[in-house]
């Protein structure tokens, strides 16, 4: 047997600090799937291709930052 190198998973920390108020209620449920809701708020997610794809359609409310798990 081979012992197998475990990778450090790449996660996102995302903080929302605008309002979802006044835009598209896509954007909100995006927000929702998030985690988000309220300003001031900060989620953890691991680096997937669909939560950058969140983060993309609601990055004028949110900012991101790449952390090591």
């Given amino acids: 047997m081979t012992a197998t190198k475990k990778k450090a ?3 996102l920390k995302i903080t929302q600090f605008k309002s979802g108020i006044g835009y598209a209620e ?3 449920k995006v ?3 998030l985690g ?3 300003i001031g708020r900060t989620v953890t997610r691991v680096d997937h291709p ?3 794809g969140m983060v993309t359609k609601v990055s004028h409310l949110v900012s991101v930052e790449e952390v090591e798990a």
């Fill in 26 to 28: 896509n954007q909100k």
């Fill in 36 to 38: 988000l809701g309220k």
């Fill in 31 to 33: 927000l929702i799937g």
């Fill in 50 to 52: 669909c939560i950058r």
């Fill in 9 to 11: 998973k790449k996660m």
